[in-house]
């Protein structure tokens, strides 16, 4: 039954619920995305119009484009939007009550964090100087909203915390923390690299940029594997999956960009995302 299912490790989507309905396609939406590139899918690839984005893009384009600052806040704002609406809405209903143990509460938290982080990454850490398809704002925002919604619902569906389960409450705490606060040392290393006035790409040093291509993505996946665990649901695993390809492929285009465009500077014994194994 279903109540058997819900009282397992995860949650299974119930197909008769539309809400649950939409997100499923949503994510399979996104793992076609997220297997676009490997599988050179048209118009989705990283060089493919939808989801031309960063230094990977190609000039191919499906839309008007806008400045990348503004693209890349779109892609965030909405989901931490979504994250305070929830963290809202669970506090009139418990009138700051028993906060430690409500897991609808810590998954709202951690959404509002992780996407408010990345807002204002976008809006004051990063330094871009192009633009980007404002298809690719639209798509990704979407994605990153439907995300952000269906894991502050799930969560809030899943039993509290127990005494039985503080192992695993601080374990998620302490993987969130350390996936949040490895991704923002890592961006703000990559902030540094140029001057004001600098527009030449430069080798990255300091942090796991010695060992990896992309160690931000790493901490990103980290972040995202705790709030998936606060979700125990399966769509938000599949989702979870997706990200971890998306972001894989991303370390890979990254390896292989430093490789071509700074020849003779940067280290070839460095991986693509995790220290000496991938």
């Given at each position: 039954t279903n109540d058997t299912l819900t009282m397992t490790f995860c949650t299974y989507p119930d197909l008769s619920n539309t809400f649950d309905l939409v997100i499923l396609i949503c994510c399979l939406l996104f793992h076609i995305t997220a297997f676009s590139n490997i599988l050179q899918i048209p118009f989705l690839k990283r060089s493919g119009g939808l989801f031309d984005y960063s230094k990977f893009a190609s000039n191919v384009s499906l839309s008007p484009n806008v400045p990348s600052r503004l693209g890349m806040t779109m892609f965030y704002l909405p989901s931490a939007l979504v994250g305070f609406y929830f963290l809202s809405l669970w506090w009139e209903d418990n009138e700051g009550g028993d906060h430690p143990k409500s897991r609808g509460a810590l998954g709202a938290i951690m959404v509002t964090v992780h996407f408010t982080k990345r807002t204002l990454e976008s809006l004051f850490l990063h330094k871009y100087s192009g633009s980007m398809p404002v298809s690719s704002s639209v798509n990704v925002s979407f994605g990153y909203a439907a995300v952000a919604a269906s894991m502050c619902i799930y969560s809030s569906k899943r039993e509290s915390f127990g005494l039985d389960d503080v192992y695993m409450k601080y374990f998620i705490l302490i993987a969130f923390a350390i996936g949040e606060i490895g991704n923002l040392h890592h961006h703000?290393?990559?902030?540094?690299?140029?001057?004001?006035?600098?527009?030449?790409?430069?080798?990255?040093?300091?942090?796991?940029?010695?060992?990896?291509a992309a160690p931000h993505y790493l901490f990103e996946i980290i972040a995202f594997m705790s709030?998936?665990?606060?979700?125990?649901?399966?769509?938000?695993?599949?989702y979870?999956?997706?990200?971890?390809?998306?972001?894989?492929?991303?370390?890979?285009?990254?390896?292989?960009?430093?490789?071509?465009?700074?020849?003779?500077?940067?280290?070839?014994?460095?991986?693509?995302?995790?220290?000496f194994i991938f």
């Open positions: 703000y290393l990559l902030s540094t690299l140029r001057k004001p006035g600098e527009k030449e790409y430069k080798v990255p040093h300091g942090g796991l940029f010695e060992y990896v709030m998936t665990i606060i979700a125990q649901h399966m769509t938000i695993f599949l979870f999956v997706a990200v971890v390809v998306y972001l894989c492929d991303r370390a890979v285009a990254q390896s292989e960009w430093n490789r071509e465009n700074l020849k003779g500077k940067y280290p070839l014994h460095r991986k693509h995302i995790v220290p």
